[in-house]
């Protein structure tokens, strides 16, 4: 029964519904009418939107807690390593540094003809470095200690052997060239 009703005063009321806009300012008048009656101080008109700010300063800590936890726990595995064996930060920073000068004598001797060979071999290396990382996290992740430090030191080894070759092979190259250009008349 009582959807009837609702029914019955829709129907009555059906064409006296107002849908017409109020005029301009008629917010404006009626909070001063109610201000003079009651009293009340005015309500503000625009609010802050308060959830774009600190969406983009959420975004701003989360990326720059990623970026730091990636900053140390890079430093945190070379602490670790020299934690577990004081000789392996060693023998590391000794052929670290080796293969850092031959890298820079390396770059020294690049030539148009040796470019190539030399952009081949700074991949290689790179390669043999991310091997490199990889052991360290297995050494840390407490694998056989003996065979990875091995393996560690094979890597170390097998940058150096390959720098040298390279090396080698570029003074085969510089000669190769001064021969050409000796026996090259105008």
Request: proline content about 2%.
């Amino acid at each position: 029964m009582e959807k009837d009703t609702i029914y019955n005063l829709f129907d009555k009321l059906q064409d006296k519904f107002d849908f017409e806009e109020p005029d301009n300012g008629h917010q404006n008048r009626f909070l001063k009418k109610l201000e003079a009656s009651k009293g009340v101080v005015s309500v503000k008109k625009q609010s802050f939107n308060w959830w774009k700010p600190l969406s983009i300063a959420a975004s701003a800590v989360i990326l720059l807690s990623l970026g730091f936890g990636m900053f140390s726990s890079s430093q945190s595995v070379d602490k670790q390593v020299a934690e577990i064996s004081s000789e392996v930060s060693q023998t590391q920073f000794y052929f670290a540094s080796l293969i850092e000068e031959q890298v820079k004598e390396l770059e020294n001797e690049s030539t148009p003809e040796t470019k190539k060979i030399i952009e081949d071999t700074m991949v290689q290396l790179q390669k043999l470095e991310a091997n490199y990382q990889l052991l360290e996290r297995d050494l840390l992740n407490g694998g056989n200690s003996k065979l990875i430090l091995s393996a560690m030191i094979t890597n170390f080894q097998t940058r150096i052997d390959l720098l040298q070759d390279v090396l080698s092979q570029v003074e085969n190259i510089k000669k190769l060239n001064n021969y050409h250009d000796e026996n090259f008349t105008i």
